[in-house]
């Protein structure tokens, strides 16, 4: 999807952010959407996932990996206070609404909605298309240190440095997901966010499948 307007910008870690009129477009919304933790997260979810993507030799769109990593949780911002999706929905929705707007082919669209909507789901994404996978990879990386040690000190340093981590960013990330998602806990059931809810809210029930299976209308 790479359009013919891109123009040089510094490189980061050997990582070029996109900057072409549409990456430019995508900067300025999610800037001007979400909080500086959640914008300057979302730049390193870009450059950690470009630069495992490298890496491990996978050919991936940047103009589109770039989009799905800044939108990608763009559901937790306040816009989305009384939504009952998931808050990946929210942000695969977002992301293809604004994309659609500016004439991106419906196949792309597709690759930037599902890499939005499956960046919670374990065991999937890494058997998809590289900008669906790497997005996982990045938002692994920055949150939980999912591979850590694949990453060299100078890279560490280099990312962190032009997008740098807040003092408190673990506590800072728990909390804007908690927020995001407070208001519509059923929607966190099959996925890790449920942990969010349970270590904020005391008094958060989680859904047992078990239980649901055994009290469903079915006989026996």
């Known amino acids: 999807m790479m359009t013919d307007d891109t123009n040089a910008s510094p490189f980061i870690a050997g990582v070029r952010i996109p900057d072409s009129k549409l990456a430019r477009e995508i900067t300025g919304f999610i800037r001007d959407t979400e ?7 979302s730049v390193r979810v870009y450059l950690w996932g470009a630069l495992a993507g490298s890496r491990n030799g996978l050919t991936f769109d940047p103009e589109l990996f770039y989009a799905a990593a800044m939108f990608h949780d763009i559901g937790l ?17 977002a992301a293809r609404d604004f994309l659609r707007q500016r004439g991106i082919a419906d196949s792309d669209l597709e690759t930037v909605w599902n890499a939005i909507a499956l960046h919670t ?24 240190g999912r591979g850590f040690g694949s990453f060299t000190a100078e890279q560490r340093n280099a990312v962190t440095a032009a997008f740098p981590r807040e003092a408190d960013f673990k506590h800072g990330i728990i909390d804007a997901f908690y927020d995001g998602m407070k208001h519509r806990p059923n929607s966190t059931f099959g996925t890790f966010n449920d942990d969010i809810l349970a270590f904020k809210d005391p008094g958060f029930q989680r859904i047992n499948i078990c239980s649901a299976i055994l009290a469903s209308d079915w006989p026996g």
């Open 35 to 41: 909080s500086d933790l959640l914008f300057k997260h």
């Open 77 to 93: 911002t306040e816009r989305y206070e009384h939504s009952h999706l998931r808050f990946e929905v929210d942000g695969a929705n």
């Open 121 to 144: 789901t374990p065991g999937i994404p890494e058997f998809m298309r590289p900008e669906i996978a790497l997005v996982q990879v990045g938002a692994g990386m920055d949150v939980a």
